[in-house]
């Protein structure tokens, strides 16, 4: 399935979005957890000004993305999520991509990319494998964009803005398992994480080492993206495309490729978020706690769409939040504006640019690979 593919569904996705809040709002578990995000994301932000971080919405998106309905859940997926940004961090300023040429960060952000998005499908703690994949990657374009002097300040920022918002997320998901959840639907223990359509063991996965290299290869054009186009802030670029390429093991299918159907949903979702901070803003010309109030607003309807029982429109629902939340969350209340939600999109465009062209093309050359008596990749065979 092509990225056009894609697109040209949308069309059904208005009505089954207004369906899926509709059902969300009668289902006292999907209002509570939605409830839960709310108040993590409010923690995060509160505690991110107290801290003065210079990137308040860092702490917000992990203070959404760690709150789940069971505290080991949040805990485990919070520790990962740090533990991965940590090794990201430390990665990019041990090999310094940025004081080199832009044929050796090409190199370096492939090889790395495509290692990290290949354990990220195949091992148990893949979440982390895909944090320090985007970590570094963001980091390391940092140094690219800014020189090697901001790359130790932009590193130990993000570190402290992730453990901030994992931070309030166990917190608040813990509270609400003893004091709600218990009470109400009995929780147990039983909500502990478990492994999903990842190896139960290491072992070479044909499907998913190439699915990891095209995800590679697509990251190594962006520092010559950089070069070539002087194109600013292409960190949203490689969120995109390793995000994307991050699905389960089980749906990884080379003609398919359900990455396509995963961008077109993250463009989606994103274009809803921005298009309600606009609205937002707007209002808060009349009435500046108007704003926070469709912020509130947001996350719940974000959060309550991903809890969806489809997975075709959950992706929608968390990029719907991170969108409105990248635009209505700045460092200082007076710098409230919806670019970023729309650089965000551009981002993201940039990343299909640079995704499938380069999906097409290494399908096309596998495809010659397999046929028996092609002149290409001769003596190979399936």
């Given amino acids: 399935m092509t990225i056009l593919n894609s697109f040209a569904q949308l069309k059904t996705v208005p009505g089954l979005l207004f369906q899926e809040l509709v059902d ?83 190199l370096v952000f492939g090889l790395v990319a495509t290692v990290c998005l290949y354990l990220a499908l195949t091992t148990r703690h893949g979440y982390a494998w895909l944090f320090m994949g985007i970590t570094f990657t963001m980091v390391s374009m940092d140094g690219i964009e800014h020189g090697m002097h901001t790359v130790p300040y932009f590193a130990q920022a993000r570190i402290f803005e992730v453990s901030i918002g994992t931070s309030c997320s166990i917190v608040v998901s813990a509270l609400s398992t003893v004091l709600i959840r218990r009470r109400l639907f009995a929780l147990t223990d039983a909500g502990r994480v478990k492994a999903s359509g990842s190896a139960p063991y290491f072992c070479w996965h044909k499907k998913a080492g190439f699915h990891a290299l095209q995800g590679g290869i697509a990251l190594a054009l962006v520092p010559i993206a950089w070069r070539e186009l002087s194109i600013a802030s292409l960190s949203q670029t490689v969120i995109t495309i390793m995000a994307v390429m991050t699905i389960p093991l089980n749906a990884i299918d080379i003609s398919r490729h359900p990455s396509s159907i995963k961008i077109t949903h993250r463009f989606l979702g994103c274009f809803l978020g921005a298009s309600l901070a606009f609205i937002a803003i707007t209002l808060g010309q009349i009435n500046p706690g108007l704003i926070y109030a469709v912020l509130v607003l947001g996350i719940f309807i974000g959060r309550t769409i991903e809890n969806s029982g489809t997975l075709t429109f959950k992706y929608v629902g968390t990029q719907l939040t991170l969108a409105l939340l990248v635009s209505l969350t700045p460092d200082h209340a007076h710098f409230i504006n919806v670019d970023p939600g729309f650089s965000r999109l551009s981002g993201i465009m940039m990343g299909i640019l640079l995704l499938e062209p380069t999906r097409l093309l290494t ?20």
């Fill in 24 to 106: 969300g709002a009668r289902n006292k578990a999907r209002v509570i957890d939605s409830g839960e995000a709310v108040v993590s994301v409010l923690c995060a932000i509160f505690m991110a000004h107290q801290l003065q971080l210079p990137h308040v919405g860092w702490a917000a998106f992990s203070g959404y993305m760690v709150m789940r309905s069971h505290v080991w859940i949040s805990l485990e997926r919070g520790m990962l999520r740090v533990m991965g940004t940590i090794s990201g961090a430390l990665l990019a300023e041990f090999l310094a991509v940025g004081s080199r040429g832009t044929l050796y960060s090409s």
């Fill in 363 to 382: 399908l096309k050359v596998l495809t010659m690979c397999r046929k028996p008596h092609s002149g290409a990749c001769v003596g190979y065979r399936r």
